[in-house]
Each structure stands twice: as C-alpha cells, then as structure tokens.
C-alpha cells in the first residue's frame, strides 16, 4: 500500500490580479522563503546559482546544505554527518529541464571513499505536473536520480523539482511500487514572515 506522508505541490505561478501576493515564486522572494513540513523547517536563499537550504528538524537536528540550481547537492553540514563532492562537468547543460532529458554527471566524493571507485550521478526528467494551490497554478518535474558506483546502482529516488523556485518540493521513494513513500513539504511562506500559503497535492 503506497504510504503518502505529506500533501504537496508547486511552481510557475499563474497570474491573477490581487492574488499574485499568494504564489511566492525565487523571483518575487529575493530575500528567501520558508518551507514547512511536519517537524520540519526549511529556509531556502539563492545566491547565483546556488541554494543554501537550512532546515530544523523540529529541534532534534539541524542540517545546512547547498545545491546546483536547488536540485544537485554539492555539499552538506548536519548533525548525522557532512557530505561534499566535487562534478566533473558542468551542470548547467541539463537546464532548461524538459521530459525526455537524460543526463550522467561523473563526480568525486571529497568526504571518504576509495580513490580508485568511480562515481556518478545519473539524471532523468520523466515527467511534468501542474498543480493547483489556491489561487495559483504551479509546474512541476519529476526528477529521476540514480547514482552510480564502479557500474552499479547505489541509491536511487525521484525528487519533485520547481525550476521557478529551485528548490526541490517533495522526495518519492520506491516510485511506482506499493512501498512508495512521498515525503513533500505542505507550507510555503515568505522568509521573515507569519503569511503560509498551503501546498496540496492533486490526486494522480
């Protein structure tokens, strides 16, 4: 039975008079914006290309992390443990996303490993959803990530990517099996302020 944690969805916001205030997107919130799960707190800011996203685990954690356009993790500081890796090519060639891309980014783990494995991040778009929130209308893609060590698969999940606000709104787990598990944010507020807006996702 798939196990839905959190409802969600989000992106390009559609233009309505007097309600533009409602659909917070990277370009109307320079100074940043909050997103809210259960037990989670997420801020998100942009500097050029790079999101740094530190989140509160509700007090029992913290982690700080900075991201390729909101989606490629580069490097990560928290209380279960640091990550930093370095690509090998640039990642900017799998910009603009559109559903079909398919691309394989070799990189180095610069925390621990073994000089000799060889690594890589493999990336494919599989699909685009709009979604309803409120007033608003927002664009999603489902990025499927795969990661490769000496050839073989490592790790592998979908993340549910906002190109708008880069910033990546939900993680799918086992997608497409009856264990799929979706862990996605439900709240989305200004940086600073008390206003949320929430974030619901539409039946499949």
Known sequence: MKLILMALSLTFALSV???????????????????????????????????????DFNGS????????????????????????QYFLSDLEVFWPLKVGARRSFEFLPLEGGELNDKWSLELTVT?????????????????????????????KWTAVY?????????????????????LAYDIIEPLGTDRAVSVERPEE
């Open 17 to 55: 008079p007097g309600f533009s205030a409602a659909c917070p997107s990277a370009a109307e919130q320079k100074d940043g914006f909050v997103l809210r799960r259960e037990s989670v707190k997420s801020e998100f800011k942009s500097t050029g290309r790079i999101v740094r996203v530190e989140s």
């Open 61 to 84: 954690g913290s982690q700080k992390q900075f991201l390729y356009r909101g989606l490629i993790g580069l490097a990560g500081l928290g209380d279960d443990g640091n990550y930093s």
């Open 162 to 182: 906002s190109p708008d606000l880069q910033v990546t709104l939900a993680t799918i787990y086992d997608e497409g099996t009856e264990d799929e598990t979706i």
């Open 127 to 155: 699909k685009q959803r709009a979604f309803p929130v409120r007033f608003c209308n927002y664009l999603v893609f489902y990025v499927s990530f795969e990661i490769w060590k000496n050839d073989k698969s490592d790790e």
